[in-house]
């Protein structure tokens, strides 16, 4: 979710200059971290042996480049272990990969509203993870529920961690507008362009089974269907094959671009 009004925004300001807590960049991998990811991430469970340890290393990499902040409650290992791999998922395919529009990541123990507000019971309470602009340009904030219930239920093909750090990357051109012309080739961005609009269409006459958040806008849309990539790629593989082979090109440099049919 990419939306900041005035009260967010002074709220943030008041945190991060004076309630901002002591950093995990000094975070080094702990030996419980691969019971942990094959416990409850399918994406690492498919790795070869030498895959999940760059995975790990990767984890390990960005932990020392970016701060996260608890809100209220004390941050655990698995709450690290979560927003890390949500983080290398979508570039593990990439040689090498830094997140340079990321510094610090707050996550709040619930999910909340446009002005930071967790602790009311209230049908506004229902963001789950936002990055920041303009003067909060390199920061994220999560729910703790929210990225906690990404990892452990595959099914719903909903993950808030890995749809924030799409996010990020979709950014990376510039803009955020579903268009990951840094990662595709140029020539693909007009097929992208057509799949994505046929199936909001679909979804908006709920024919499709990618959730509807995904037709709010392309910047959601593409976030919302690289969830479904990476935690379901099989069932996309099946009922959307072209969005996956897209998303394949997008995510997966190494793969041959004549495998798809434009």
């Not at 990618?210 to 910047?219: K, L, M, P």
Request: aromatic share 14%; charged share 25%; net charge negative.
């Amino acid at each position: 979710m990419l939306y900041f009004i005035i009260p967010l925004i002074a709220g943030l300001l008041l945190y991060f200059l004076i309630f901002r807590p002591k950093s995990t960049k000094s975070i080094k991998e702990n030996p419980e971290w691969h019971e942990t990811l094959e416990k409850h991430i399918s994406f690492y469970k498919k790795l070869n042996v030498e895959e999940k340890t760059t995975f790990r290393k990767r984890m390990n990499a960005f932990l020392q480049e970016v701060y996260i902040d608890a809100v209220d409650f004390e941050l655990e290992e698995i709450d690290k272990i979560f927003v890390a791999a949500s983080a290398v998922i979508p570039v593990f395919r990439f040689t090498e990969w830094s997140y340079n529009n990321l510094s610090g990541i707050i996550i709040y123990p619930d999910n909340f509203n446009e002005d930071l507000g967790f602790k009311d019971h209230d049908e506004a309470r229902m963001i789950g993870g936002l990055v920041g602009t303009g003067r909060f340009e390199k920061q994220m904030i999560l729910s703790r529920t929210a990225l906690h219930h990404g990892f452990k239920n595959d099914t719903d093909k909903h993950n808030t961690g890995i749809h924030e750090f799409v996010h990020l990357l979709d950014k990376v051109d510039g803009q955020v507008n579903g268009l990951p012309e840094a990662f595709l080739e140029q020539s693909y961005i007009i097929p992208w362009m057509n799949l994505m609009y046929k199936e909001m269409e679909a979804i908006d006459k709920d024919e499709s089974d990618i959730r509807s958040y995904g037709a709010t806008n392309q910047a959601e849309f593409f976030a919302v269907a690289s969830e479904y990539f990476f935690s379901r790629p099989d069932l996309m593989k099946r009922k959307h094959p072209e969005i996956y082979q897209m998303l394949e090109l997008c995510f997966n440099p190494q793969m041959k671009k004549g495998n798809f049919q434009k």
